[in-house]
Structure formats: C-alpha cells, structure tokens
C-alpha cells in the first residue's frame, strides 16, 4: 500500500519549508498483521537500502514485529519534497508499506525555511516543539512556522 505523508502548518513570512533530503523521518508504526503498535518512533532516512530476509529486494526501514514476529518494510519511494502553502495539507514524502504502517510523525531537526522576498535561508531548523520562529535582518520581519500537523492519506 501506498500512503503519503502530508504536512501544514501556519507560515509567516516563509515561501518554502524544505526538509534535507538525508532528514531522519520519525515514525510509530503499526504490524499490519497483528495491529501491535510500535511503543516509540523508528526513524527512516530518504536513500537507506536495507536487505529484506529471504528476498533480493532492498527497502528504507525493515523491521520485525515483536508480537507476531511478522517482518514488514517501508520504503520511501522518492526525495522530499517542501510545504509550500501553510494553510493547506502538502504531500511532503510517499512511501510503500509492507506489512506495517505509519500511523504518526514526529516531526525534528532537518528542516530549511526560505524567507519570503529574500534569498536568506534559515537551516537545519527543528521543529520537534511543533513551533519554530526567528528573525531575518534583510527583511526585518519575524519569520516562523507554528502549529505544524501531518497526516498519512492512501496514494
């Protein structure tokens, strides 16, 4: 199955938020064959090939469930793309699940924000708190992401 991660938040003053395309995604995830959730997030990096047991295929993240002992992957299907429109969900990153899903994100560290009518970029922001602002001294303006929030939609 294929779901997609897509993530708002309110933008002030920012034309892009991109993540870094070596970002960690942060995920908790749930056994597709037994339901069992994982009790804390696994991360996932954008280009990580892990081999899948007994298979010649590669994916992003494989695991086991510790329940049913049922092994599952995820791979994400290509690069991150940025949120551009705050006040509306953006697709941000597509993956392929294999037996497990990811029921929520963690958003962390990894993040750009470019600036609206300027050139200056704000790097490897976090946004683990849900917020993160600053101020540009081109444009004399605050600069902020608030109340960020994600969701995963079938592709």
Request: aromatic share 10%; proline share 6%; charged share 25%.
């Amino acid at each position: 199955m294929r779901l997609i991660l897509q993530v708002r938040a309110e933008l002030e003053n920012v034309a892009s938020l991109t993540p870094h395309p070596d970002t960690r995604w942060y995920m908790r995830t749930k056994c597709g064959n037994c339901s069992e959730e994982s009790p804390t997030a696994v991360y996932m990096c954008f280009g990580d090939e892990l081999p899948l047991h007994g298979s010649r295929g590669t994916a992003t993240h494989v695991a086991k469930c510790k329940f049913c002992e049922r092994e599952s992957s995820i791979d994400i299907v290509h690069a991150p793309t940025p949120v551009t429109v705050g006040a509306q969900f953006c697709p941000v990153l597509e993956m392929e699940c294999r037996g497990m899903e990811p029921f929520t994100w963690e958003p962390r560290s990894g993040w750009d924000v470019l600036v609206e009518e300027s050139p200056t970029v704000f790097t490897d922001i976090d946004l683990s708190d849900g917020d993160w602002s600053g101020y540009c001294d081109q444009t004399q303006k605050v600069v902020g992401v608030y109340q960020v929030e994600s969701r995963f939609v079938r592709a």
